[in-house]
């Protein structure tokens, strides 16, 4: 049933499941050393597109976990890759800088419309137009923008699991808010993923409309809610290990208790309903040191499993 409904909405979506590309290889256009690991900038194509990314690299590099860090949104356009690693922004996004000094590979790219992925690159802030002309030119075309946000994730899981020094059973990823969202999709639809921790975006697409709460452009897939929802990305995820982190006063994780209570039976079914784990918090949708260190405590501990 599980391997029937992954099938389903990677159809809906547009994903082709049965042909991935098997080898993403990736050109280093800088690389800098910092205090305990190596970051390099690299560039490589997505289905004719240049992906601008950051490759973490620890001192030591010998069967390493691997953690695909997808970027939050925040209405700021002019950041992703940097903020990951602690360049710009929000410290308490910078989970790429803090991981990497605990022995993963960490890849962080910027999401198509962000960072170095705009048409302008002077625009500090909500670049609004380009990213709704992205997502309407694809529907335009009976095309999808979670397609493209979807297929170039795939691809960052792909080059790592290429990288000699990297554990493939121990590849993982993570993200908070439009990431989290991108961690959802992605971690059920590619079954390479061992772990995955999403924060603040379990939130039903009912509960949303139900209480006015803004749907991500990425998200907006025709036919899609008429017959799947949140819960059942998370069912497809299903035994692997994932961490759902969400709040009281958080719309855009509102009823994440409930889509865990969802799809707990299917991990009950495969005897490893301790793989599914929800940390609920008090407060609002950003991130707090609390929610930040737990994260990485989390993964650290998950990234030993195999």
């Not at 625009?123 to 992205?134: A, K, L, R, S």
């Not at 290990?241 to 409930?258: E, G, N, Q, T």
């Not at 005897?271 to 405590?297: V, W």
Request: aromatic letters at 10%; hydrophobic letters at 35%.
């Amino acid at each position: 049933m599980k391997m029937s409904l992954r099938n389903e909405i990677a159809t809906v979506i547009g994903i082709e499941l049965s042909n991935p590309i098997v080898n993403i290889k990736y050109k280093v256009l800088k690389s800098t050393q910092e205090d305990g690991y190596t970051r390099q900038l690299i560039e490589y194509d997505s289905y004719g597109d240049k992906v601008s990314a950051f490759l973490l690299l620890p001192e030591s590099l010998d069967n390493n976990p691997a953690i695909l860090i997808n970027h939050q949104h925040n209405r700021e356009h002019h950041l992703g890759k940097s903020e990951v690693c602690g360049l710009a922004g929000n410290p308490l996004q910078a989970f790429g800088s803090e991981l990497v000094k605990k022995g993963f590979v960490v890849l962080a790219p910027d999401s198509i419309c962000f960072e170095d992925r705009r048409r302008d690159t002077s625009v500090e802030g909500f670049d609004f137009w380009q990213h709704f002309d992205e997502m309407c030119y694809r529907i335009l075309k009976g095309d999808y923008l979670m397609k493209k946000v979807l297929n170039d994730a795939m691809n960052g899981i792909t080059l790592l699991s290429n990288l000699d020094y990297v554990d493939n059973k121990r590849i993982g990823t993570l993200g908070h808010s439009y990431g989290g969202n991108t961690v959802l999709f992605l971690s059920a639809l590619d079954e390479r993923i061992a772990f995955s921790c999403a924060s603040g975006s379990a939130c039903t697409f009912e509960n949303r409309m139900s209480n006015n709460v803004g749907i991500e452009m990425a998200s907006v897939i025709p036919n899609f809610h008429g017959k799947y929802d949140i819960d059942d990305l998370v069912s497809c995820i299903a035994p692997r290990r994932l961490l759902i982190v969400s709040s009281d006063d958080d719309k855009y994780s509102k009823d994440a208790s409930y889509i865990v209570a969802k799809a707990s039976p299917i991990y009950s079914e495969f005897n490893s309903l301790h793989n599914l784990q929800h940390n609920r918090y008090q407060g609002g949708h950003a991130l707090t040191k609390e929610r930040f260190d737990d994260i990485i405590k989390w993964l650290v501990a998950n990234s030993i499993m195999k």
